[in-house]
C-alpha cells in the first residue's frame, strides 16, 4: 500500500504511444534472451572485470550491450563534467532502461528504490553496480541515505538520482523532490541535470514507460517490441555549488532545465492513479538545436504532501 507521503505518478495505459509496427515473437525472444545472456555472462566474470584497468569502459561496453540487445539504441548529446569529482546527476525517470542508459554514458553509483533489487537478472546487475537501495516505505530511512549519498559524493564520485521518486510516462514530468539535493549541497559538488526520452521511428514514443504498478515484464514486452526505439540523454547545462540558496532552489533549476530541453509540463503527483490524455509524439530532434515540442496539457492535480522531502 502506497503511503501519503510518497510520489505517484498519475500516468497509465491511456498515456502509452499508439502501438505501431511491432517485431516479431521469434525476434522478440531473442532480444529477450540476448540481453540475460550479456547479464549472466557479466555476473560471472564480475569478479575478474572489478581488477583489471578499463573497468568503467567494460562496464559501458556490457550495458551497452544489453540496450543493443533489447534492441534500443543509446543516443548521448552532451558530455558529463570532469572526472575527479563527485557530482549529482539528476534525471526524469520514464522506463527500466534509464539506468543502463545513464551507466552506459559513464558508470556511476545510484540511488533506487528497494523493489529494483528484486528484479530478475536487471536487479542483481543494479546491485554489482553499487547502487544504494532506498526503502520508500520508511520515511525514517531517509536521512541516513542522504548521509550515504553526502559521503560518496565526497569521494569524488558520480551518483545519479531520480528525484522524481517515481516513473513517469515522458510526455509530462513529476515535481523534483528537494530531499536529495541536500547531499549535493552538503558535499559541496554540482547537480548535472539529465533530460531522458525514447524515440521510436524518429517520433517520441512513451511505450517502454514503466507506469502503475506494472511488472518489469510488461515494461520489457513493450520495449523489445518496438522496432526502432532509441534511448536519447541529453546532459544539461550543469549548476554549480552555490548557485542555489537551498535544496528546494536547487531542485527548482534542475528540474526546469530538463522539463526545458523535454518541452514537456511538471505535473504534481498524488496519492492515486487519474485517468491521463494520450500523448501527443514530437519529431525527433537532430544534432543542431531545435525549438521544443509544445507541452502536452495534462490534468491539473494538487500536489502530495511528503513530510521530510520539501
Not at 532509441?230 to 544539461?236: A, G, K, M, P
Request: aromatic share 2%; net charge positive.
Amino acid at each position: 500500500m502506497s503511503h501519503p507521503w510518497m510520489p505517484v505518478s498519475p500516468c497509465g495505459d491511456g498515456c502509452l504511444t499508439r502501438e505501431g509496427a511491432r517485431v516479431g515473437p521469434v525476434r522478440r525472444g531473442l532480444r529477450l534472451a540476448g540481453a540475460a545472456l550479456v547479464v549472466a555472462v557479466a555476473l560471472v566474470l564480475g569478479p575478474v572485470l572489478a581488477v583489471l584497468p578499463g573497468r568503467d569502459r567494460v562496464v559501458r561496453r556490457v550495458l551497452g550491450g544489453v540496450l543493443a540487445a533489447l534492441g534500443i539504441r543509446l543516443v548521448v548529446r552532451g558530455e558529463l563534467a570532469g572526472r575527479g569529482r563527485g557530482a549529482l546527476v539528476v534525471s526524469n525517470h520514464i522506463s527500466f532502461a534509464d539506468i543502463l542508459g545513464l551507466n552506459a554514458m559513464r558508470p556511476m553509483r545510484a540511488l533506487a528504490k528497494r523493489e529494483i533489487a528484486s528484479w530478475p537478472v536487471l536487479g542483481t546487475l543494479v546491485a554489482r553496480m553499487g547502487t544504494v537501495f532506498l526503502d520508500r516505505d520508511r520515511l525514517s530511512a531517509l536521512p541516513a541515505a542522504v548521509d550515504a549519498l553526502t559521503t560518496t559524493l565526497r569521494s569524488g564520485a558520480l551518483v545519479t538520482v531520480n528525484p522524481e521518486g517515481t516513473t513517469w510516462c515522458g510526455s509530462a514530468s513529476g515535481r523534483f523532490r528537494p530531499a536529495m539535493f541536500q547531499a549535493a549541497i552538503d558535499a559541496g559538488v554540482p547537480v548535472q541535470p539529465v533530460a531522458v526520452r525514447y524515440l521510436a521511428g524518429g517520433r517520441e514514443t512513451t511505450r517502454p514507460a514503466f507506469i502503475g504498478p506494472e511488472s518489469l515484464i510488461a515494461s520489457l514486452r513493450r520495449a523489445v517490441a518496438i522496432p526502432d526505439l532509441t534511448l536519447e540523454l541529453t546532459v544539461c547545462p550543469e549548476i554549480a555549488p552555490g548557485r542555489a540558496a537551498g535544496r528546494r532552489e536547487l531542485a527548482a533549476l534542475a528540474e526546469a532545465a530538463v522539463a526545458s530541453e523535454l518541452g514537456t509540463v511538471t505535473v504534481a503527483g498524488r496519492a492515486g492513479p487519474v485517468a491521463a490524455a494520450a500523448p501527443a509524439t514530437s519529431p525527433a530532434r537532430d544534432a543542431a538545436p531545435v525549438p521544443a515540442a509544445p507541452p502536452v496539457q495534462r490534468p491539473s492535480l494538487s500536489p502530495a504532501t511528503r513530510p521530510g522531502l520539501s
